[in-house]
Structures are given as structure tokens and as C-alpha cells.
């Protein structure tokens, strides 16, 4: 039996959350086709209530992974980067379909997304040394600063770039030792599925990141004005509804990404801007004295 | 009457220089404002001090205009070693002045002069000079090369700490090359008209500083305009929810300190004595108007007698009355309206069953004063621990273990500042990193430095004032 | 405002037995090194602040006269040097009795503080005047002798008519942890005094850290010292503000657990009246109002007193005095 004669195995995808992959409670999926139409694959359609249970679930892992030590941290990414690679077909892939690049252009996204990822990683035990201080202050105390993990952060995702604009908006939340809510892409879900299955077969503790896939319209506001959400990257909702979305996230003073209306360059080298918004810095003072 | 009754010891008012009529200064001049004047009044004795002309909306528009036209034409074009020296001026003349700016200070916020002569004033020369220092290092700062100011900076300040919350506001705004418009306190706008001379003799640009006193609603137009780029408020945190709901989509960038509840966790090996000095600096410093204040005793249960008996020892020590006189501990309640407030929360207090205990030291007959108290048995579910008070009020929980002394501080939804004492250093290291503080004293409390970055986690605010992270705010990295 | 005057001392130390925990404490050596290593640790930085913000009060008109004149009345007025004689000694007891001769208002001082030789002399020059005989004793100031000999030395001073014994510590055994020891001495020389009473010398700028300073206090009011004092004046530093806080600490939680109250003495250094009027401050304000009294508060001194006798004029008089309008002994 030749390959065009067989038939596929049509796929229904499920979402991510606290390291497992459950249905959306609402049993919804929509189908996901490639820019030219084409059925890919269903996805979840996440609801308000996975929400729920995503931020839950990241709450709950923020203590383990807030107070790994960095060098930890940076092992656990990096080991993510390496299966990032060992799926790289897959990733090039899913990308040309998800946004018709040609299989040369998908090719250099994933490699940029994985050099990415690498980058980040390598930044988990190097950002409080740069962000950090000694405050030489006017008394007999030593003072420090150190920059901290915000907590939970809401991500809606780039809905473009659905490998690199991803990793380039999750990679930094997990370097700094946050916890994620990621919302996908609502047209382009895969790679971030397939990023899933990556994250859920690596060392990253479950519910470190979660992903969900569905809309940033319809879920935006349920993170933005979630009591347990620290910090929202709105860089995936219209930009006509980020306003919205920021004054609800005024509700509990949440850190609200500022993003360009349009979707950046995502092939640009970052800067550690991004690693900044997820960290606070504290202030410790202790006397000096015998 | 005991036996050894200090003799009144006032400062004279007439140090503070106090005229009449105060003006806004808009664009280098002090100008007739447009809206409705307002009296402020001294906390101490209920007396108006002065009549300040206030700013309406349309000289909101004229302030920031001076400033847009001051960053234009001079400010963001001058080198940041010719705006160094500016800022160093206005350090030295803080200095000079800074006997009638802790007595002015006094008279209208109603704080003790010591805390005006001796902490509110030098450290807002601190600032200053500090800051000064990196308007040519900015390079160096850690947020890439060549950092950009963002333009006019509208700044919204409270009355607690009114000249040093102008100097951590204005200091890093001028020093990074922004411009300033910036709305004191209604109720204590008058240092801030000072410093207005003070730029003045500073020979500071005309429009790089303008200062409108006002209303909530004028800081609310300020926050509003179009051609502000920068928006930073220290204040309540209903009033940085309104803002933050204010800036949402614009491109202003907002730089927030809130309220707070801090948690000062003392355990059974803690230097007792000076525990008790901390948690009183903790909670009685400025009549408890601090954000950052101590409202939350966290006392293990195996010394929470002792360390009551001992506080109690303390507070019945500290001087309450006229905030002039050099022997006063704790000064006026800065409004009949924030009096009230403590009094409600106070009476919520008793009425939920707390144990009350209030210092009995005398009540002046005249002005806002509330004498130091200390509520005990008190638990999370009562308001007085989980509201911010901002008065000289206490309220003392226990708690057996570390975990759950850091479940209890972490119980809030602020997030500010946060005291340890023991003396077991591993145990300092282990709960400052669990703590979600901005700030974490240990083994003192309530310690400011310009070098120190200061501000909040949650809903106590975003963003730090001080140290190189202060920069940060003010730049567009 | 009055100023009391010295008289003997109202209480006396160890008159009633002691609550449990501090009988446990002193039971063997052991017990008594696990209660002042129990003892709350000092924090050098938050008692030299709290020292230093207490030293901003400002104490003027008829708070400062008062002031003046309770620290007169309680000086302890010193000489304690090689060359010291009996001329010396008769010359300072007269200063004690009228220190301020124009001025006959002027409170005596609490007592005159002399070397153990020379107490008799003292003793015979104050005779009815209500002024006590201080006299050091146990190998003053190093203390680096036998308990037989410091025994002996508190004999002559006792028998020569002193009422007040201020001893040193044994700094060596108690920065070796031989608290026990220390204890056991100071016992013995309580004992030695009979009704004379004790003022333990700590030298505390040798004992270096206020953990030691607090130690020490505790140990010297355990073992019955009726006053704890700072230092001998012959090692620098000898007594600070920050030191003197953490023995009125002491003296004060002491009389929160026994009821009883013991007395403190800074010495050496003190020279002017605003740093006595800074020390009465903390006293107030640390220990509290009823330690206002040379019962309980000494100050071991000597050329304090006429800076306070020339303050004390400038408020009476209203103009600045000078040094040649009080007596130079």
C-alpha cells in the first residue's frame, strides 16, 4: 500500500495542564487547517475553566520551580532545547504548514527558536548577577537586591509566529522561575502542541508552563483579571482589545506587558527586557555588627 | 507629673519662612492657578497655615506644555554632565534650606520634627545627590547602551512624606533626562513649593520642573493628558487602580507604590530589645503613615507575652504632642478625614473581638492626634490584619513555625515590605527569600536609601524608586 | 522636680529568695552558662541607634536645672591614681560636701570613691555628712590577683569604714566562659562586704560585645551585686550610651522577674553635663522614672562635677560661667 493510498490518522489534540494533557472541560474542539485551507488537525478548544485549572496548576508548581536553583533551571531548559532539536523535522514542519513559510524559511524559524531557547536558558543563573546589587548604603548595614520570579504569567502568545514569537514570549517567563499560562495561537496551535509534548516528555516540572489552545479573545480576560495571575504578556489579543485587557488587569495591579500593536520581528536578537517585566527586584537589609 | 518632665523644646516656626499665599510654578514662575484655592491647615493645632492657589485642568495643559518645551528645547539635549550639576545644586540647596523645610515639613504634615530634621529632609538631599551622579553614567546602568529618557514625567505624590516622595519622584526623572510635572498631596503641598524656589535658585531650565498643587482631580487630568509619557504615583492603592485602569493602552509608561500590610515576623531567639525598638520604629514612625510600616506583628508564641510586656514598656514611653517641639515621638494625624479612618478601623478592631491597649500617654485637646495602640489576639480574618490602617495602630498575630509565620505574612494581597528577627542567620537568609516583599528588613526596619531599590510585589505597586533598577522607570528600555 | 539625695540604699540585693528560673540558673555551672548563652542576643546596630536617638532629647529650663542637679547628687566623686594622698582625699571630701561654695544650694555629692588604702581617711573626712565612701577593691583595676588577696583587699576597705565596694570581675575567666567562676567570686566578696554594698565593676570595654555586656550584667545581679558598673575608667572605651542601655535593660528586666531593684553606674569618660544629662535620659526612658535616685544611679566621675557646678550657674545666672568660679579639686 502505497503512502497516498493509506489512510491518516486523523488527530484531536488535547491541552496541557500541570503536566498532563486533558480534554477542555468544555469537550469543545475546533479543526486546524494550514494557510491554504487545508485540515490539519482538531485542537482543545480551551474555556474560562481551563483557565481555572491552568492557573491552579501553575500556582502550584511555582514554589518547586521559583526555588530551584538556577543552575537547575538552566539544566531543565536546556535539556528542553535539545528535544526541541530531536523534533526539529516536525517543528519545520508544523511551522511551514501553520504559516506557509517555505520548508527553507520554517527551517531557519525553528532553528532560531531553538537558539533561543538556548539563549534563556542560559540565562537562568546569570540574570540576578546582572539585575542584582549590593547597595552601598549610608549606615552600618549590608544591603542587597535581588531580582526575584513575579509568580504566575499570562501569555497570550503571538498568533503569527507559532514557534519562534512562542518561545520568544515563553522561554524568558520559565527562565526567570515563573510559571506560565500560555495561549496558543488560535490558527496556528500545532507547533505550540507539539512544544507541549516536547515540555511533557522533558525534566520541566508539570505545571510549570501550560498550554492552552483556543482563543486569546475569548480567554484574554479571564487571565487578565485572574487574583492569582502576577503578570499578563498581552502580545496574542488584538490590539484592539489589549486596552481592555490592561484595565482589567489594573483590578489586582498585575505587571502588563507594553507590546507594539504589530507583531515584532521575532528573528531579532532579544534583549533581557522580557526578563526583566517577570522579575521584582527585593531589597534585603541586615545590620552590621558583633 | 512624674519627676523628670522635659521642659517644652520647640522649634521656631518662624524657621519655616511661611507666607500667606502660596502660587503653582509652572514653566520656572509662580503663577495664579485657576482652580478653586484651598487652605492647608496644621494637623497639630487645626490652624490654617496658608492659602494655596491650586492648579485647574487648563493649567494641568500648561505645565506639561513648559515641560514638553523644556525636554525639547533644552533638557533631553543637554548633557547629562551639565544636568549632574543641576541636580547637585538642588542637593546642596536642600541642604541649606533644609532647616526651614523640616520645620515647614512639620507644620503642615504634622510629623515630629525630628523625623522632618533628621530623616524626611537629608534623605531627600540624598536622593539628589545621588542620583545626580548617574545623569552621566546612565550607559553604565545595566539597561544597554545609550538609554533614553522618556520625555515629560507626570508624578503624583502623597502627603505622608512630602518632600522626600518629591525628591524619589523628581530626583531619577531629571536625572535621566526627563522632564517633570508633579502634583503634591492636597493636604501638604507647601515643601513642595519650596523646592519650587529652590529650582529656582538652582537657575534649573524654566518647565524642567513645574509643580501644581491640587486635588485628586488634577492629578487625574494629569495622568489623563496626551503628552505626558511617563506617569508615577505613590499612593493608596484604590487610587493606583484607578490610574492603572487610566494608563491601560496607552503608550504611558506607569511606574506604581501602593499600600501595604507588612508582616514584621519576630521569633524566640530574636534580639528582644531591639525587636521591640524595630516593630515601634515599624509601626509608630510618622504616626504609621508609611506604606512600608510594620502593621503586622508576627510574634512567636513562646515569647509573645514577654515581647508584649516589653512593648507595651515602650510605647508607654513614646512622646505624643506638638510636632515642633524636639522631644515629640509621635506627631499629628495629618487629616480630620485619615483620623477618622484609623478610629473606624480601630473600632472594627474592637468590635471583633481583639484585645485593645492604647498608650496612656496625654492627648493634646486640639488637632489630630490618636495615641499609639496595640492590638493583640488579633487573627487574619479581622480587618485590622489584612486592611492598611496608615496610623499608629498594631496589630500582633502569632505563630509556632517558620512556615506558617511566612504563610501568614504572605496572606495578603500587598506585598510591599516585610521585617525577620532572629539571630540565627540561616533563618534570615531562608525567610527573606520566601518572603513576596519588595523590601525585607532584617534585624531593623524601616531603612530608606537612595542606593537601595525600594517597591513593591502585587497589588503594593510595580517598579522600584532607588538604586540602579530606580533608573529603569524613567528610561525607555 | 525635686533631687533626692544619697542615703544608703533603700534596697538590698538578694533579700528575697529569687523566682525558679533564675534559682535553676545559678545551680551549677552548667545551668548557668545555658541561661546567659539563653540570654536575648544584642544587636550592636539597633541599641547604638536607639542610644543615639534617645541623645537627641533636648532637655532645657527647668527640666535641665533639675537635671544638674540629681546628677550632683549622684556622682561618685572619684581619684584613683598612683599619686593619690591623703591631701587629695581631704580635698576632695571637702568638694563633695560643698561642691559648689557660693552656691550652698548645690546638692552634696552621693559619695567619694578612693582606693582602699585611703578610705579611712575619707571615711574620717565625711563623717556625718550622709556622703559615702566608695572604695574599689579586688586588685583594682586588672583584678589579676587571688581571690585570698581581693578577699583581704575588700577587708581593708570594709573594716576601714567604706559603705560601697566597687569590685571588678574577673574579665579573663568570664571571656574563657568560666561564668561559674566569676559568680563564685563576686559571692564571696558580697559576702565580704557585709553591709557595705557591692558595685560590680564589668569593665565592659573588655568584655568587647553587648551579648558579654548583657551576660555580664545578668551574672553580676545573679550573684548579688547591688549595682553593676560599667568600668574601672582606666580602659578605653570605658562607659557609652549604648553600654549603659543594655545594663539598664538588664536592671530593669531583672526587676520585672524579682521585684527587686539594683543599680547602675557608668564610669570614666563622662566629663560633660550634657552627656550626664543624656545618661539621665536613658535612665528614665530604659529603665525608668524610679531609678532617678542615687540609690539607684551613680556616676563615677570626677571632672563632670564642675561642668555640672558651671552649667548650674550659667542657669541660674543666665550668662556663661568660667572654670575659675569652681574649685579645681
Known sequence: MSDDQRISVAKTYKLYVGGKFPRSESGRVYPVSDTKGKFLANAAHASRKDVRDAVVAARKAFGGWSSATAYNRGQVLYRVAEMLEGRRDQFIAEVSASEGATAKKAQSLVDTAIDRWVWYAGWTDKIATVLGAANPVAGPYFSFTVPEPTGVVGVLAPQRSSLLGLVSALAPVLATGSTAVVVSSAERPLPAITLSEVLATSDLPGGVANILTGKASELGSWLAAHGDVNALDPTGAAPEDRAGLAREAAGTVKRVLTVPDAEPDWTATPDIARLRRYLEPKTVWHPLGV | MGIFDYAPAPESRAIANLKPHYRPFIGGEFVDGSGEPLKTV?????????????????????????????????????PGSERAKYLFRIARLIQERSRELAVLESLDNGKPIKESRDSDVPTAAAHFFYHAGWADKLDYAGLGPNPKPLGVAGQIIPWNFPLLMLAWKIAPALATGN???????????????????????????????????????????????????????????????????????????????????????????????????????????????????????????????????????????????????????????????????????????????????????????????????????????????????????LSVLTFRTPDEAVTKANNTPYGLSAGIWTEKGSRILWMANQLRAGVVWANTFN????????????????????GRTGLEAYLDV | MTATTATSPQTSAAETPLPPALQDATRDDASLRRFLRGLPGVDQVGVEQRAAGLATRSIKKAAKLWAIDTAISMVDLTTLEGADTHGKVRALAAKAKRPDPDRPDTPQVAAVCVYPDLAATAVEALEGTGINVASVATG?????????????????????????????????????????????????????????????????????????????????????????????????????????????????????????????????????????????????????????????????????????????????????????????D
Open chain 2, 42 to 78: 496644621n494637623p497639630a493645632t487645626e490652624e490654617v497655615l496658608a492659602e494655596v492657589n491650586t492648579a485647574s485642568t487648563a493649567d494641568v495643559d500648561t505645565a506639561v506644555k513648559a515641560a514638553r518645551r523644556a525636554y525639547d528645547r533644552v533638557w533631553s539635549k543637554m
Open chain 2, 179 to 393: 522632564t517633570v510635572v508633579l502634583k503634591p498631596a492636597e493636604t501638604t503641598p507647601l515643601t513642595a513649593l519650596v523646592f519650587a524656589e529652590i529650582c529656582q535658585q538652582a537657575e534649573l531650565p524654566p518647565g524642567v520642573v513645574n509643580i501644581l498643587p491640587g486635588a485628586g482631580d488634577i492629578g487625574a487630568s494629569l495622568v489623563e493628558h496626551a503628552d505626558v509619557n511617563k506617569i508615577a504615583f505613590t499612593g493608596s492603592t484604590d487610587v493606583g487602580k484607578l490610574i492603572q485602569r487610566q494608563v491601560a493602552g496607552t503608550a504611558k509608561k506607569l511606574t506604581l507604590e501602593l499600600g501595604g500590610k507588612a508582616a514584621n515576623v519576630v521569633f524566640e531567639d530574636a534580639p528582644l530589645d531591639q525587636a521591640v525598638e524595630g516593630i515601634v520604629n515599624g509601626i509608630f514612625f510618622n504616626q504609621g503613615h508609611v506604606c512600608c510600616a510594620g502593621s503586622r506583628l508576627l510574634a512567636q508564641e513562646s515569647i509573645v507575652d514577654e515581647l508584649l510586656a516589653k512593648l507595651r514598656h515602650r510605647v508607654s514611653t513614646l512622646r505624643m504632642g506638638d510636632p515642633l517641639d524636639k522631644n515629640t515621638d509621635i506627631g499629628a494625624i495629618n487629616s480630620a478625614e485619615q483620623l477618622a479612618k484609623i478610629k473606624g478601623l480601630v473600632e472594627s478592631g474592637e468590635s471583633e473581638g481583639a484585645q485593645r491597649w492604647t498608650s496612656p500617654c496625654p492627648v493634646p485637646d486640639k488637632g489630630f492626634f490618636f495615641a499609639p495602640t496595640v492590638f493583640s489576639d488579633v487573627h487574619q480574618s479581622m480587618r485590622i490584619a489584612r486592611e492598611e490602617i496608615f496610623g499608629p495602630v
Open chain 2, 447 to 466: 531603612r530608606f536609601d537612595p542606593t537601595a531599590p525600594f517597591g513593591g510585589y502585587q497589588e503594593s505597586g510595580f517598579g522600584r524608586e532607588g
Open chain 3, 140 to 328: 583594682f583595676p586588672s583584678g589579676r590577683t587571688s581571690l585570698d588577696i581581693k578577699l583581704a583587699d575588700v577587708k581593708i576597705a570594709v573594716d576601714a569604714g567604706a559603705a560601697e565596694v566597687d569590685m571588678v570581675i574577673d574579665r579573663g575567666a568570664f571571656l574563657e566562659g568560666r561564668y561559674g567562676q566569676v559568680f563564685d567570686e563576686i559571692k564571696a566578696i558580697k559576702a565580704a562586704c557585709g553591709p557595705a554594698h557591692l558595685k560590680v565593676i564589668l569593665e565592659t570595654g573588655e568584655l568587647a560585645t553587648y551579648d558579654n555586656v548583657r551576660r555580664a550584667s545578668w551574672l553580676a545581679l545573679l550573684a548579688g551585686g547591688d549595682f553593676i558598673k560599667t568600668s574601672t575608667g582606666k580602659v578605653s572605651p570605658a562607659a557609652t550610651l549604648p553600654v549603659t542601655h543594655v545594663m539598664l535593660q538588664a536592671v530593669h528586666d531583672w526587676h520585672a522577674q524579682t521585684g527587686e531593684l539594683r543599680g547602675v553606674k557608668p564610669a570614666g569618660g563622662i566629663r560633660t553635663t550634657k552627656d550626664a544629662v543624656r545618661y539621665l535620659v536613658a535612665v528614665h526612658e530604659v529603665a525608668g522614672e524610679q531609678w532617678l535616685t542615687p540609690h539607684l544611679f551613680r556616676f563615677g566621675a570626677s571632672s563632670l562635677l564642675n561642668d555640672l557646678l558651671l552649667q548650674r550657674r550659667t542657669q541660674a545666672d543666665g550668662h556663661y560661667s568660667g572654670p575659675d568660679y569652681v574649685t579645681v
